[in-house]
């Protein structure tokens, strides 16, 4: 049971980034996945979310319209598009698996997690 993040990086405010989660077949194919993200001094909050097919996505209102996810089932892989970026999205990003098919904005819906990639915006 893998997940590895990457795509992080230092960004200027109205950038973009791209941020990939790779995962091991088993843990991933017939799960739904998803973003989270976490703050120094902050929980750990919900960003965006995809169901097991990808028919399926929900987002935080802080990101709606800003950010994309996706994913691809055939490579196990999953991606959160960013754009629009501001100091407030500087946070560490972490994906996860569901215990079930679809999308989820609870972290107790959750059960698999990466350890994290830094994403920060500069002003």
């Known amino acids: 049971v893998q997940l590895v993040e990457s ?4 960004v200027q405010a ?3 980034l791209r941020l990939s989660c790779s995962a091991s077949a088993r843990t ?24 097991w097919n990808g028919g399926g996505t929900i987002y935080a209102d802080a990101v709606k319209d800003r950010f994309t996810i996706s994913r691809d089932r055939v490579k196990g892989t999953m991606f959160l598009q960013m754009s629009g970026l501001t100091p407030e999205d500087t946070a560490v990003y972490y994906c996860a698996t ?3 098919a679809w999308s989820r904005r609870s ?9 994290g990639t830094q994403v920060t915006v500069s002003s």
């Open 98 to 100: 569901t215990r079930g």
């Open 28 to 51: 991933s194919t017939n799960n739904g996945m998803g973003w989270f993200r976490q703050a120094p001094g902050q929980e750990r909050n919900f960003v965006a979310s995809i169901s």
């Open 7 to 10: 795509g992080g990086g230092l």
């Open 107 to 115: 972290k107790s819906d959750y059960i698999y997690w990466g350890q």
């Open 14 to 16: 109205g950038g973009s």
